[in-house]
């Protein structure tokens, strides 16, 4: 084989060939470096000390594999006298494949499975993570920060027995810019340690009721707005009203339970999305007929909805106390609850107004996240399971079937 063919087949360049060899069903073509130096300062007034022989496997040749063999050498520069290992060009430090074997590798997992591209090219499924996982953290490590000005911060659990991870997105752009480890503050205390560095002007913070996210937030980005999101909000009075429903279930009598079983989803759902057909909304109605408590809370929670939708910020301030009011001077417990919640958190509600945003991409790029883990059937690497959240965006999600 001519040292071109090497070249332009298999991207070396600086080295000749020397023979070829057919071991085991593989090929192995024997190379050695056209002219020697030092690695640190690229001096070629070098003396070779003494080779070590290393084979790295690089593209396939149809079914059969390919390996690179070469007798490195240990130069030493005449100079200073130091001894070292030369550099070798088409291989990473301390890899067993060569770059090119690790691009087809990555254009491959691109397209299939791990296991897919680590069957085709006769390696174990591990060899093709850690192609993946250098190439993430070469590209995702440490996305920049510099450019933010919204971000949403939201948890995600990834494992059972309540373990978190915590996610920080870009909302302009879309893209996961941080994830760490647990929930709460501490998680994000490194995200705030580069973004001080980077001097980034965060405007708005999108989040839910969280203190101490509110904590967090407060104490490093003291100038941004918090804006608490509209789903954490509504959610938390869905939590309370299935909590009233539960109540009065085990308080009434058999034609209350009767009423009130199988409703706790028909109260969480919006009155547009009840289906007439399957008799949802007549059985809602009727449970909220029999039962004054449950009815006045349900109303109140479908009243809360419209304070996104007010037409500026001074109507929404009025909506708000009106409905605070009403909270207050209910005699159910879950209201007076949500109204002290919500009246402690008025400013964060009222921020929306000057920052329109939510954790809504966020929740969609958790459902990735979700899909993801599950099409993988979990990951046992969880820095790896990060390095893949951070580069997300790039992923596209068909429908099948």
């Known amino acids: ?11 070396l360049k600086g080295y000749r060939h020397k023979r070829t060899l057919f071991e085991g069903g593989a090929v192995i073509f024997e190379v050695e470096a056209v002219r020697l130096c030092c690695p640190v300062c690229r001096s070629f007034d070098v003396t070779r000390r003494g080779t070590h022989r ?19 050498p240990r130069v030493q520069r005449r100079r200073c006298g130091a001894v070292r290992h030369m550099e070798v060009r088409f291989a990473e430090p301390y890899a067993t494949y060569s770059r090119a074997f690790a691009r087809y590798a990555l254009e491959l997992s691109r397209l299939t499975t791990m296991k897919d591209a680590a069957d085709h090219l006769g390696v174990g499924w591990d060899l093709i993570k850690d192609i993946q996982k250098r190439d993430l953290q070469r590209r995702f490590l440490r996305p920049p920060l510099s450019h933010l000005r919204r971000i949403a911060i939201d948890e995600i659990a990834v494992k059972k027995g309540r373990k978190y ?11 996961a810019v941080f994830v760490g480890d647990g929930k709460g503050a501490e ?3 490194p995200f705030f340690k580069r973004l001080k560095r980077t001097r980034a002007k965060i405007k708005a913070v999108a989040m839910d009721m969280s203190a101490a996210y509110i904590a967090a937030v407060s104490k490093h980005l003291p100038s941004a707005a918090i804006v608490f999101d509209r789903f954490h909000v509504v959610k938390l009075m869905n939590e309370k009203l299935s909590d009233l429903r539960r109540q009065l279930q085990r308080e009434a009598d058999a034609l209350g339970k009767k009423l009130l079983k199988g409703t706790r989803w028909l109260l969480m759902k919006n009155p547009e999305n009840l289906d007439e057909a399957q008799g949802e909304r007549k059985k809602l109605d009727e449970a909220l007929t029999f039962n004054q408590p449950l009815a006045e809370a349900y109303y109140m929670k479908e009243e809360l909805r419209l304070f996104w939708e007010q037409p500026d910020k001074n109507t929404a301030q009025r909506f708000l106390d009106q409905w605070l009011e009403w909270a207050w001077a209910s005699e159910t417990k879950i209201l007076r609850d949500m109204a002290n919640t919500l009246a402690g958190r008025r400013w964060g509600l009222l921020s929306y107004y000057d920052h329109p945003i939510s954790t809504g991409p966020l929740e969609g790029t958790n459902n990735k996240i979700k899909t993801m883990k599950r099409q993988a059937y979990g990951y046992r690497d969880m820095e790896f399971f990060k390095l893949k959240i951070l580069a997300l965006h790039e992923s596209k999600f068909a429908l099948v079937g």
């Open 187 to 189: 998680a994000l205390e």
């Open 165 to 175: 991870l915590t996610v920080v997105l870009d909302l302009d752009s879309g893209v």
């Open 54 to 72: 290393r084979s790295r496997r690089t593209l396939p040749i149809g079914g059969k594999a390919v390996f690179l063999s070469q007798h490195a």
């Open 1 to 11: 084989m001519s040292t071109s063919l090497l070249y332009h087949a298999f991207g």
